[in-house]
């Protein structure tokens, strides 16, 4: 059957599109294709497969999609992020009348599409289990070979970066105390106080694919360091003209900008100085290796005693947001991905206690509680955290 789609507007045409891409390939570049230029891809795509006339001819043209990219990418990443991002806008298309919703048979697992290229624009089951089987071996190597690390000399390296003189500096000390992402941190979140000194109110992370704040839930993180002082180098770093010019770019973008720069003090502040070790199978220290820091530490300050660490974990990394889905949700699975470390003290002895400074600072909200002047209080001690029995 025939059907001509609505056109949206393309900016640039797919061959511009597809020469960038083979150019940055050919090159080496580490960005192939901006999300931008990638969400443009997909609007050329969602033309063509408007003008497939039978299934045969959206297998063939999925099939030659992904061939194309799997000239740049992973078979990982393009199972886990791009062909998602397709798949939403097939479905939008379904929805808004831009293809045809097409009364197909349900599929060997049951599943129902509403059109050819749903269906056909996905790896087999096998190569997604495979890719699960990949991941998940290599997590468990990291996770049987824990690496040790110090609170205190860690969140030392966080402060000095925090008061740095350049705003990349201050970006990774920021990584390095809310556990946040980077994009996050320098344009796209949401960050207010709330009326815990150690805690701050926190909406659009980048992993749940919203595109308005606005539509984003609002969850709590908790802060290595007082959150007053947080929020001050947020708006310090948000002020400064070379992240400014950074505010309307897509997340791809301002990494693909800054990227350099932040491994940069990622691996002078923390991996040479020995601070953070190499994971196994890893070959640097990285921006996911600080959250996975962060995830120890603040386990350790603020998880009450009796509560699992996954469960407080999930919480706080926002991959299960808002009391309910908490109570009757399964743990998050990518919670797994944030147990690589160990805490150890002055004298090298395994540090395993949960909520140090709770009694002192009090625990944390469940609930989101905005405060309209930040608490003033004193900042832990920077040794307290691993000398408590030492």
Known sequence: MSFTPTAYTHDTTREQLIAQFRDRIATNDRTKLSKDERAELVLHFIDRLGNCEDEDAAKALCAAEIALLEEGYPVASIANQYLPDYRKAIALAVEEGRLPRLELPSSQYGKVYPHWGLYHLTYPNEVQQAIKQKTTIKNNLKQ?????????????????????????????????????????????????????????????????GIQDIEQAQTFLIATLIDADKVLKVIARLRAHPRVQELAELSPDDINSRLNTSVRHYIKSSFEDSEVLPVLTGEKAVTAHNLRGAYAEIATHFFCPPNQGTHRFLQQHLGHVIGESELAKRKNAGATEHYFHYFLIGAQQQPLGEKGILLERVGALPTAVEFELEPVELEEPNRSYAVEKKG
């Open 144 to 208: 049987d070979d824990l690496q040790p690390i110090r609170a205190d000399r860690f969140l030392n390296k966080a402060k000095d970066l925090l008061a740095g003189e350049t705003p990349y500096e201050w970006a990774v000390g920021l990584l390095a105390v809310t556990g946040r992402r980077f994009s996050e941190i320098v344009a796209k979140g949401e960050f207010k106080p709330t009326s815990h000194p150690y805690a701050i109110a926190f909406r659009g992370q980048l992993k749940k």
